[in-house]
């Protein structure tokens, strides 16, 4: 009998992470048993000197991505990370342990989260974040009240890298998204030190789980400057958000006023920066999502304490960034 599609595609996905990844501990979860025509296998890479973080990626995604917000699917998420330790983690954000130990990252939000979602009042809304990273906005906003879901890339999905000239893209992928796993370690290491109640979903930022229901607000937290389309990851927060969209980045380095609707691409030039598209003011994405029904708009400006090329050894610098918070009109 000819092989199944599945059965190809698990052939495939293990020999590709094998000889990109080196030793790896395959681990069978057959809890999903009912759910999916075949177990889920996951990989955890250990580099060759076993010091670095492991991290699940590639996986095999539910089917069509669906079912991923049931309390036992997120519970079975959390049991397969059982394993992170800190050294597992890139710390993305600066974050306080309940015992009071704090762990330096790349931004400091403490203090600022407020201006970072333009203090738009959360308590007692349902929330749904793209990108949270460790998830410095994730716990605050639960924090404050609010019953949070995050999107995030995985599973078989990566991130959007840039074209570089003669470079394996496959196997750049599969190190972004080791890198991009370790930083989700770290979120799922406070949401278990805090016992946190966010739910997390995997999937394509254009193409989110036909299941997934209405929110009172979507949150983008500096995530558009590293989309290929970020219109289009708009549009999908704008098809599911009842109320507000709230959209936060960096305050760009163009020519003219924040006002004027500009984008630049590629604001780094060719060159091993992957992830930054788009330099964009703030009267561009109030142009997007006045296009996607949200019309009514007020923006703020506000600063946050950043280590440059997340190199914590130097000291961190005030980054200028700023939030729009769009109310539907429409």
Request: glycine share 10%.
């Amino acid at each position: 009998m000819d092989p199944s599609p599945v059965d190809k595609l698990q052939t495939g996905v293990k020999s590709g992470a094998r000889k990109l990844l080196g030793p790896a501990n395959v681990q069978r979860i057959n809890s999903w048993r009912n759910r999916l025509p075949e177990p889920v296998v996951r990989y955890v890479p250990r580099p060759k000197d076993d010091g670095g973080p492991r991290t699940l990626w590639p996986s095999f995604p539910p089917p069509k991505y669906l079912g991923q917000l049931t309390d036992d699917f997120q519970r079975q998420l959390a049991v397969e990370r059982e394993y992170i330790e800190r050294r597992d983690c890139d710390w993305y954000h600066t974050s306080e342990l309940t015992s009071g130990e704090v762990i330096p990252g790349a931004w400091d939000l403490r203090g600022g989260e407020g201006y970072y979602i333009g203090h738009l009042p959360v308590a007692g809304r349902t929330v749904l974040e793209f990108g949270p990273a460790t998830g410095a906005m994730t716990f605050f906003m639960e924090h404050e009240g609010a019953d949070v879901t995050c999107i995030e890339a995985g599973f078989d999905v990566s991130i959007n890298l840039m074209p570089l000239p003669g470079v394996n893209e496959r196997e750049r992928r599969m190190h972004a998204m080791q890198a991009i796993g370790a930083v989700n370690n770290s979120w799922w290491y406070l949401h278990r030190d805090r016992g946190s109640r966010a739910k997390i979903v995997y999937c394509d930022i254009y193409d989110l789980p036909g299941d997934l229901p209405q929110y009172d607000v979507a949150v983008f937290g500096a995530i558009l400057l590293h989309l290929q389309n970020p219109y289009a990851a708009l549009a999908q927060g704008a098809a599911h958000a009842r109320e507000q969209i709230v959209v936060t980045d960096l305050m760009p380095d163009l020519p003219g006023s924040p006002d004027d609707n500009l984008l630049r691409f590629n604001p780094h030039g060719v060159g091993e920066e992957s992830t930054h598209w788009w330099w964009m003011t703030p009267g561009a994405v109030v142009a997007m999502l006045a296009r996607l029904g949200f019309g009514e708009t007020r923006v703020t400006e506000h600063s946050q304490k950043h280590h440059i090329g997340h190199d914590l050894s130097g000291a961190p610098v005030d980054a200028h960034m700023y939030t729009v918070v769009a109310d539907r009109t429409w």
